[in-house]
């Protein structure tokens, strides 16, 4: 099984890259395109999308080396959640130190879910990641998450000295405990 | 010219909007153009109807002009009823005979007078040999109520009869009986397939819908993606030769024409259900699970021709699903095999 980890190629300078995966593409694009466009600074980034995983190995030499997974769900799509759980298996342990977290989309309008929040809230503690929540289809939402990715990226990258993924991930812990308990 | 008359006329009127109503007056042709001309438009829809209404009052029309236009009515503004598709068969050793429109309309009459005694019957040709029928149903002591009325379009060089949804069910034999003596022919079956628009299912069941073929190559295909491509470098996807198989297989089954359009299809289920583990309250059940499904949309082919690319559902999709204009039915029936 081709597994994804996070330290086997050499970083580049001043780059660093997130990957966005879920089923639906124009989401990604949207979440992608207002990610490049909030990023400022000397900081580079760019952004790999993908509908699961494994990643196609023909193109396994040009890629760089992926600093931080964000798993984007559909609380309406069930088939999100299916492609979700199936590329799972594909990640390397390592990652799950900080640098993956899920993404939830489409809990506001509550009368289609498809999905239900507790099935998600699990995951998210069993995989020890953050849980994010936003409405990827609103300008706004979509952009104040697309900053907080940023923010996450950047430290997962290595480019805040002094912070490291793993940091973040003890730092918040605390809401992660918190949610375990409400699953229980 | 009777109150009956019209109540009815002002009410056709009021139904059909502002913009389409000198339209369908100069179709009806029964106003001629110099009066058409006095008409003020710019009034309320209650004063133009009102105007119109006296008009007639002038010209004295009578039930048989508001039928016509009752009928112009509907033609025009088609989505307004239920269709549901019948198809009459001959027996097969019949001899193939000339169809004559006129004699089709009499015999029709004919056959639903003769049965039934109050009956109001209008016809109108259309145009591809169509003949729309209007029929307002009475009973045996009531003049016909003219707001209770069944459409029947018939296409005189095909075995397709379209025939609207009316609340009035009793009398629906005679309807078919009629219909089958006029056309000479033998049995009249309901398919399972009704929609609001009569257009698309004529181009169901005619076969119509798949005309736009063009023969096209694999360039245009990749013209195409690199319009939708992002052009900012940064942003790369990964899974480009997937998206490229989704999009291929989602034109070779729906192809690259419009899909024609119905609202919704029905599954009913009549299987036992399956369970692998022999506990449960199931398991063990010997009667058929009843379970009904419905898609519903404003248009369902296309929402389900566009489930693949935007990601929230396998290519390729369901056989049930697919070939719904293929057979030319979207009630459909499950039952173990």
Known sequence: MALLRPLDK??????????????????????????IEECEGTAKIQVHMASSLPLPSDRECFRPRIDLIVFVLSLHSKYSLKTVELSLPHVDASFFLGKVCFLVTGARNEQNNGVH?????????????????????????????????????????????GLSALNLLSMMKGSLDLSEQECD | MDEIVSEFIRRTILKIPVAEILKILRIWNFIPESQLKTINFQKFKEDVCQQVVELCKKKRASMEEAA????????????????????????????????????????????LQRALKNVHISFRDYEDNAVWIRIAWGTPYMQPNQYKTTYVVYYSQTPFVFISHCRVKKYIPELWQALMTAGNYHKIRQMELRSLYLDSLKSIVFKQYNQDFQTYCLTPLQEGNTENEIVDPRIINENVKEKERIQRVTRETFGDYVQPRIEFAQYKLETKFKIDSKNGILAEREEPFRCLVKFSSPHLLEALKSLAPAGIADAPLSSLLTCIPHKAMNYFTIREK
């Open chain 1, 117 to 161: 929040l507790d099935t998600v809230k699990k995951m998210a503690a069993t995989y020890h990641s953050p849980l994010l929540f936003a409405d990827l289809e609103v300008k706004c939402f979509r952009v104040s998450m697309a900053q907080r990715l940023i923010r996450i990226l950047q430290i997962c990258a290595g480019h805040v000295p």
């Open chain 1, 10 to 35: 050499l970083p580049t300078l001043d780059v660093a890259t997130v990957l966005l995966l879920g089923t639906e593409e124009t989401l990604l694009q949207q979440l992608g395109a207002a990610i």
């Open chain 2, 68 to 111: 016509i236009l009752d009928i112009i009515y509907h033609q025009t503004c088609q989505i307004k009823k239920i269709w549901i598709v019948y198809k009459m068969t001959k027996t097969p050793d019949e001899e193939v005979d000339l169809f004559d429109m006129e004699e089709f309309k009499d015999t029709f009459k004919k056959v």
